[in-house]
Structures are given as structure tokens and as C-alpha cells.
């Protein structure tokens, strides 16, 4: 009993007090791509891409497609995208995730005034995994744990969709998930909305071509919230929905 409280008080407090001014020490997420000129003919960004996030002539990367993997900086004879640990990339628009040189930056939130009104104290989430792998499913427990603590706003995961807001998906959707996820979605009351949660979720990721999936839910229900990263850091997450329901902290 006496290690284990000297082991918990040499951890110190693990509650982010500030989740707006929080950083992801050591996490690669939003790119950076440089002014600096192509070699002629190079493809080698593209070439080890494992998810065609990586487009040329301008040099751009879809954050939708895009698992952080970091392979393409290395790869890179020109030194020309960079990765950095900022994880304010969630966006409400899904053109809006492609970033290059000439745009830098993804797309200022706007708050929803009409979002705002109806959860912004309090906003019930149902989760739910259509074939992810469990990285991102990970990330959406942690937005509960100790650190963050996204309850603090009124911001909370329930076990029915009957008693949610808004469904919060991951993964590519494959076939075998297609009638849960119309089951659950249809649980859940009017006004709600679908917030996409990683690569999968965004575009299917590295299993965008498998016949497997079926991915015509989101045809039918765009998402309101788009959350990229492989696996999406539970930062990227609270910031997206703070500044979407106009949360100041």
C-alpha cells in the first residue's frame, strides 16, 4: 500500500487544468508543408503514402486521408513537409482538411449559434466503433478519464443512443456494421447530428478501397464535426467541440 501511494505521488496531478492551452508533448499531427521547390519528376511523398492523403503540383496533404504516420517527411529530398504536434485540427467542413503551402492552416471553427443554444451546458455523445481498429475508440474512453475530463463542460458518453445528441463515429464503416449504425442513428432523438472521429471515419483511412465497407451512411448524414488524426489525440476532440458549441473553458 505505502509503494503504491509513493508510486501515485511521484506521478503528481495527471488533471489538465487548461485544456485550451494543453499540448501533445511528443505527438505528430498537423503538418507543415514548405515553400522550398520539388526535385523535378519526384513522387517520393506520394510513393509512401499508405493512405493517398499526398497530392503534388501543389505539394498538398488531405488531413482526412492522412494516419500521421510521418513516413513522407523523411522521404522527402527537399526537406519540404514537416510534422508538428498541434492538435487543433477538427473542422466542420471536409474540404476545409487539405492544407499546403499557399494554405497553411485549416479553417477557423465558427461557432453554432443554434448548437450553441441547444447543448452548448450540456451534450450527450453515443459512440460508436463501425470496424475501427481501436485506436481511435482508445482516444474517445480517454475524453472521460482523469486528465481530461470532458464532463466538466456537460459533455458526456452515454451507454443508450436514446439518450444522446449526437453520435460520435469511428472507423470505416464496414458492411457487416452498416444496420447497427443506421439502428443506432435512428435511436437517437431529433436535433442530432454525427461527428466523424479519425482518418476511418473521415475518408475509411487505409481501407478506403476495400470492397469490405460500405460507406454510404455518411452520404446520407454528413457529418457536422470532422476529427482528424490516426489515432484522433482526445485534444483534438475538446478543442473541436469547445469551439464549435462556443465553449471558452
Given at each position: 500500500m505505502l509503494k503504491s501511494i509513493a508510486v501515485r505521488k511521484?506521478?503528481?496531478?495527471?488533471?489538465?487544468?487548461?485544456?485550451?492551452?494543453a499540448q501533445a508533448l511528443g505527438f505528430r499531427a498537423k503538418p507543415v508543408i514548405g515553400a522550398a521547390d520539388c526535385?523535378?519528376?519526384?513522387?517520393?511523398?506520394?510513393?509512401?503514402?499508405?493512405s493517398q492523403a499526398l497530392a503534388l503540383n501543389p505539394v498538398q496533404i488531405?488531413?482526412?486521408?492522412?494516419v500521421m504516420c510521418g513516413?513522407?517527411?523523411?522521404?522527402?529530398?527537399?526537406?519540404?513537409?514537416?510534422?508538428?504536434?498541434?492538435?487543433?485540427?477538427?473542422?466542420?467542413?471536409?474540404?476545409?482538411?487539405?492544407?499546403?503551402?499557399?494554405?497553411?492552416?485549416?479553417?477557423?471553427?465558427?461557432?453554432?449559434?443554434?448548437?450553441r443554444r441547444r447543448f452548448g451546458r450540456s451534450m450527450k455523445l453515443r459512440s460508436v466503433s463501425a470496424g475501427g481498429c481501436n485506436g481511435c475508440e482508445m482516444e474517445i474512453n480517454a475524453?472521460?478519464?482523469?486528465?481530461?475530463?470532458?464532463?466538466?463542460?456537460?459533455i458526456d458518453m452515454v451507454a443508450s443512443p436514446r439518450h444522446a445528441d449526437a453520435l460520435v463515429l469511428s472507423g470505416p464503416i464496414t458492411r457487416n456494421m452498416?444496420?447497427?449504425?443506421?439502428?443506432?442513428?435512428?435511436?437517437i432523438p431529433e436535433p442530432k447530428l454525427v461527428i466523424a472521429v479519425g482518418a476511418c471515419a473521415i475518408s475509411g483511412g487505409v481501407f478506403a478501397e476495400s470492397s469490405a465497407l460500405n460507406r454510404d451512411f455518411?452520404?446520407?448524414?454528413?457529418?457536422t464535426l470532422y476529427v482528424p488524426g490516426c489515432p484522433t489525440h482526445p485534444l483534438t476532440f475538446?478543442?473541436?467541440?469547445?469551439?464549435?458549441?462556443?465553449?471558452?473553458?
Amino acid at each position: 500500500m505505502l509503494k503504491s501511494i509513493a508510486v501515485r505521488k511521484s506521478q503528481g496531478s495527471q488533471y489538465i487544468v487548461d485544456l485550451r492551452a494543453a499540448q501533445a508533448l511528443g505527438f505528430r499531427a498537423k503538418p507543415v508543408i514548405g515553400a522550398a521547390d520539388c526535385q523535378t519528376d519526384c513522387q517520393a511523398c506520394v510513393s509512401v503514402c499508405p493512405s493517398q492523403a499526398l497530392a503534388l503540383n501543389p505539394v498538398q496533404i488531405d488531413l482526412g486521408r492522412c494516419v500521421m504516420c510521418g513516413d513522407c517527411e523523411p522521404a522527402c529530398p527537399s526537406a519540404k513537409i514537416r510534422f508538428t504536434n498541434d492538435v487543433k485540427l477538427a473542422t466542420v467542413s471536409r474540404q476545409a482538411l487539405t492544407v499546403s503551402a499557399a494554405r497553411p492552416d485549416i479553417d477557423p471553427m465558427q461557432v453554432s449559434t443554434e448548437l450553441r443554444r441547444r447543448f452548448g451546458r450540456s451534450m450527450k455523445l453515443r459512440s460508436v466503433s463501425a470496424g475501427g481498429c481501436n485506436g481511435c475508440e482508445m482516444e474517445i474512453n480517454a475524453l472521460s478519464n482523469v486528465n481530461f475530463d470532458l464532463g466538466r463542460y456537460g459533455i458526456d458518453m452515454v451507454a443508450s443512443p436514446r439518450h444522446a445528441d449526437a453520435l460520435v463515429l469511428s472507423g470505416p464503416i464496414t458492411r457487416n456494421m452498416m444496420d447497427a449504425l443506421q439502428i443506432t442513428w435512428d435511436a437517437i432523438p431529433e436535433p442530432k447530428l454525427v461527428i466523424a472521429v479519425g482518418a476511418c471515419a473521415i475518408s475509411g483511412g487505409v481501407f478506403a478501397e476495400s470492397s469490405a465497407l460500405n460507406r454510404d451512411f455518411l452520404q446520407r448524414f454528413p457529418p457536422t464535426l470532422y476529427v482528424p488524426g490516426c489515432p484522433t489525440h482526445p485534444l483534438t476532440f475538446i478543442s473541436g467541440i469547445m469551439d464549435l458549441l462556443g465553449i471558452t473553458g
